[in-house]
Nanobody
Framework: QVQLVESGGGLVQPGGSLRLSCAAS????????MGWYRQAPGKQRELVAA???????NYADSVKGRFTISRDNAKNTVYLQMTSLKPEDTAVYYC????????????????WGQGTQVTVSS
């Protein structure tokens, strides 16, 4: 019923920038929290940044000052503006949404996008 569509990944040089987008669509009643996680080869998935419907944000220490998360509640879309990218940022980035589905029992559910590859390399 709910789909998270990610875009904006790709190859970028160190020091460059990328902007990731994730649009949630389907029978959505409310989105409480959206965020980005990443997983590098051989490593566990980790939180990068998250934002609540009220605008509260949190970031991993490794990206503070470089990444900015924002959202457009009207479009059910979350963005991740990444600047000063480093090779260590190379990973598959996954969009996550905590939401309730319209016409359901209103239980909160975690949805995940398919992931988008971000590669930082010269």
């Amino acid at each position: 019923q709910v789909q998270l569509v990610e875009s904006g990944g790709g190859l970028v040089q160190p020091g460059g920038s990328l902007r990731l987008s994730c649009a949630a669509s389907g029978s959505i009643f409310s989105i409480y929290r959206m965020g980005w996680y990443r997983q590098a080869p051989g490593k566990q998935r980790e939180l990068v940044a998250a934002i609540t419907s009220g605008g509260n944000t949190n970031y991993a220490d490794s990206v503070k000052g470089r990444f900015t998360i924002s959202r457009d509640n009207a479009k059910n879309t979350v963005y991740l503006q990444m600047t000063s990218l480093k090779p260590e940022d190379t990973a598959v980035y996954y969009c996550n949404a905590v939401l309730s589905v319209r016409y359901s029992d209103y239980a909160t559910v975690n949805y995940w996008g398919q992931g988008t590859q971000v590669t930082v390399s010269s």
